[in-house]
């Protein structure tokens, strides 16, 4: 047995540190890596046995193409080779571009793997085929432009500033699920005394780790966070010397909008009394270094960009930033240390030639504003489970003359669309580079053992289709090792011992610059709560969509599966969906603890069934994760059915916690 140093592949902020141990050509287990500068040994339980996930029985071997109906409970597919598969997209591909127009083609992806290599793996092929691109929204793009309106380009905060923080705020994020490893930081400031608070519309898992909880009304914590900042000038609480020297607009702000949004006022919208609100902005006001971490939760509503916006201003006029512990971190994706631009090619022209917001995938397929989609490509996500307005998009993908590929390593219900199935790799089985959203350390992939049966990784496939589609970039003959030492030599402004111990398989965490948290990247070199930039220069309250609905839907992340991954293993509860509700409210409409019940909107109906929760807020239902349709409460739909398309007010982001919905006893 070898043990191997690697990076958890998954859509996750901590990019763990993996210790995997391979015996005769299988990985045996694996384990966190002590060495590695945020994540620190320890992996979420979803990472445990990532043996099972590789070596699943599940797994898909050969490429198939479809000889039934399209659809969920059809299944009818035979295996074909990989020269046939290849050559059945490359012709549909052609006759496409010759039919319709290269526009016609859509790829579809996410962050099934959020390696440098096998994620980016397309983009730079479909955009050389003319084909349509994808805004990447679906995650929170909301989140990053409330953060780049107020501090532009300036570097985000490390995650170990927390352990030096006094006053920790956990701000619509439920880090037990989502950022473990934040709370190992936050565990060692509250040795120190530091006071935790929790701010989520339900309560999560991570509320023991707290010692304070404030419950917000959905998509109200903009109302919040303008209350304290009411409170906070009103009460001279202010760091006025900090905002002299590095704050644009505070006088504007207060003139414009904080004398008239008063206390009273917050209040009325997000449901926290003014006694509560007080305190916590007096609380967070008077420590020495508070510090935020934000969730993206709070951003997935029509006003999610302006709520992140308010929060943002905090730090800034409690001068936050100037001490070791205190400031705001929101995401640390822009911290561009490895960009994209070897695996797309930036120093070629070659421009998307249509750009769609990946949210709108089911109107993009059923009521295409100009050319329609008529060849589909999708790899590395599970639309037809993870994508808003799910009766829409799988309407979109029932369509007959409509061309699905699939490139997938599971039998998801996306590849129940499909026309042609292709088997795809784990990270264990690909070589690839890792930087993460959450912190700065940096890591390599290597492949360590043979590809699962015929299975091949997303740049293996898409060099090959470039091959056939007859592109003749050199850049498509590099092997993956081959575009790791590039991406290292060429993007990662670090030195070479630090490069070299990157290709040899360490983990390594980049420098910050120092007093980095002070040197703002804004236009002004100010922290800009007056943004000239911004389509509206001050922050206001916006209130989210809703849907005239008397209850919000919470459908918070399951800290068993990530997204729709990890629904291939098995689970010991024979009822993975449920929905929680508070027994007056249920009362109300005569729902018996433990009954099926209907809850629906305009644009769907989910039946699940629903429990008595006293501690979930009247007027909200909770339910946790986006599961497979075979696992689902509803045998037709799943959760998805009642998110909505509705973009956020800024970058084009997903709304899934902006959905109100009606519910109804079945039994
Ligand atoms: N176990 C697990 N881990 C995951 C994922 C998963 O599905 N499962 N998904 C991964 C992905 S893709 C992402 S983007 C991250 C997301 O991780 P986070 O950034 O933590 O985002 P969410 O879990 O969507 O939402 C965080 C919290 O926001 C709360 N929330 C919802 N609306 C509001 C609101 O209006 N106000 C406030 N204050 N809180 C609100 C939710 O109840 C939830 O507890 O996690 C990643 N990690
Ligand atoms: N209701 C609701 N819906 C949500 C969310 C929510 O909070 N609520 N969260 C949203 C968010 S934040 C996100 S980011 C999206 C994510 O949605 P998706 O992008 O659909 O993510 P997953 O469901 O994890 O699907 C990823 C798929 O990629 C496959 N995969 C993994 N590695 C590879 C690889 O190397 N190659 C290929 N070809 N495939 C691979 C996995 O098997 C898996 O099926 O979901 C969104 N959907
Ligand atoms: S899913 Fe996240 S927390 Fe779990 S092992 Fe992977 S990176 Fe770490
Ligand atoms: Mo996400």
């Known amino acids: 047995m070898k043990e191997y140093k690697s990076v958890c592949p998954y859509d996750c902020p901590d990019a763990c540190g993996l210790i995997v141990s391979v015996d005769d050509n299988k990985v045996i287990s694996v384990r966190g890596d002590r060495d590695h500068a945020f994540t620190r040994g320890t992996l979420c339980p979803k990472m445990a046995h990532y043996e099972k996930v590789i070596h699943s029985p599940l797994r898909l071997q050969y490429p198939m193409k479809r000889v039934g109906k399209k659809g969920i409970g059809e299944d009818q597919y035979t295996r074909i080779s990989w020269d046939e598969a290849l050559d059945a997209i490359v012709n549909n591909f052609k006759e496409t571009i010759d039919t319709y127009g290269s526009e016609s083609i859509l790829r579809y992806s996410y962050a099934g793997t959020m390696g440098v290599i096998q994620s980016p793996a397309a983009d730079y092929f479909f955009r050389r085929i003319g084909a349509t691109d994808q805004d990447r929204g679906i995650c929170s793009p909301a989140k990053q432009a409330g953060f780049r309106s107020v501090y532009g380009d300036t570097l985000a905060i490390k995650p170990q500033e927390a352990q030096h923080s006094d006053f920790i705020v956990l701000w619509g994020m439920n880090a037990t699920a989502t950022d473990v490893h934040i709370l190992h930081d936050v565990n060692i400031a509250k040795k120190k005394g ?173 009521n295409p504003e100009e050319v329609g989609v008529h060849s589909l490509y999708v790899f590395s996500s599970n639309p037809a489970i993870t994508a808003p307005n799910q009766n829409v998009v799988r309407k979109g993908l ?32 690909h070589d690839d580079i890792y930087n993460s959203y959450g912190h700065y350390t940096i890591g390599t992939g290597y492949k360590l053992i043979d590809p699962v049966g015929e299975s091949r990784s997303n740049w293996q496939v898409i060099a090959e289709l470039a091959k056939r589609m007859g592109l003749e970039d050199t850049f498509f003959d590099l092997s993956e090792r081959k575009l790791i030492n590039q991406i ?47 389509v509206e220069p001050l922050i206001r309250y916006i209130p989210p969509y809703g849907d005239n609905a008397p209850f919000w839907l919470i459908i918070g992340n399951d800290i068993r599966i990530l997204d729709s991954s990890f629904c291939e293993l098995e689970f010991n509860d024979p009822e993975l969906m449920k929905l929680r509700i508070h027994p007056e409210d249920a009362k109300m409409y005569n729902i018996n603890d433990g009954t099926e019940v209907e809850i629906y909107n305009d644009r769907g109906s989910v039946k699940i069934k629903a429990y008595y929760d006293d501690e979930v807020q009247r007027g909200t239902l909770v339910t946790l994760g986006v599961w497979w349709q075979s696992q689902s409460s509803d045998p037709h739909v799943a959760i998805n059915a009642l998110t909505a398309d509705r973009p956020t007010d800024q970058g084009w982001g997903s709304t899934f916690y902006d959905v109100q919905v009606h519910i109804r006893n079945l039994s």
């Open 194 to 366: 530091a006071r935790v608070w929790i701010i989520d519309t339900h309560k999560t898992y991570t509320f023991s780790q707290a010692q304070e909880h404030i419950i917000v009304k959905p998509g109200s914590d903009g109302a919040l966070a303008l209350g304290m900042l009411h409170i906070i000038h009103r009460d001279g609480l202010a760091d006025i010397d900090f905002i002299k020297e590095h704050v644009q607009g505070y006088d504007e702000l207060v003139k414009d909008v904080l004398s008239d949004f008063t206390p009273e006022k917050a209040s009325d919208i997000c449901g926290v009394s003014v006694e509560r609100m007080t305190e916590f902005a007096h609380a967070y006001a008077t420590s020495r270094a508070p510090f935020i971490r934000l969730g993206s939760g709070l951003s997935r509503y029509g006003n999610g960009a302006m709520t992140c916006r308010i929060i943002n201003a905090l730090p800034a006029i409690v001068g936050a930033w100037q001490y070791p512990g205190g400031g705001l971190l929101s995401s640390a994706s822009g911290s561009k240390f490895v960009g994209k631009d070897v695996m797309q090619q930036a120093h070629v022209h070659a421009p998307a030639k249509r750009l769609m917001p990946m949210i709108k995938l089911g109107e993009m397929l059923t």
């Open 398 to 429: 029932m369509r007959d003359d409509l061309f699905t590929i699939v490139h997938e390593r599971f039998f998801t219900d996306t590849c129940k669309y499909a026309d042609i199935i292709l088997p795809a790799t784990t990270s264990v089985e």
């Open 488 to 534: 290292v030599r060429t993007s990662i402004r670090i030195s070479k011992v630090d490069q070299d111990l990157i290709l040899k398989g360490e983990s390594v965490e980049m420098t910050v610059p120092e007093n980095y948290k002070m040197d703002f990247k804004t236009p002004s070199g100010k922290i800009e709560l007056y943004n000239p930039h911004d």
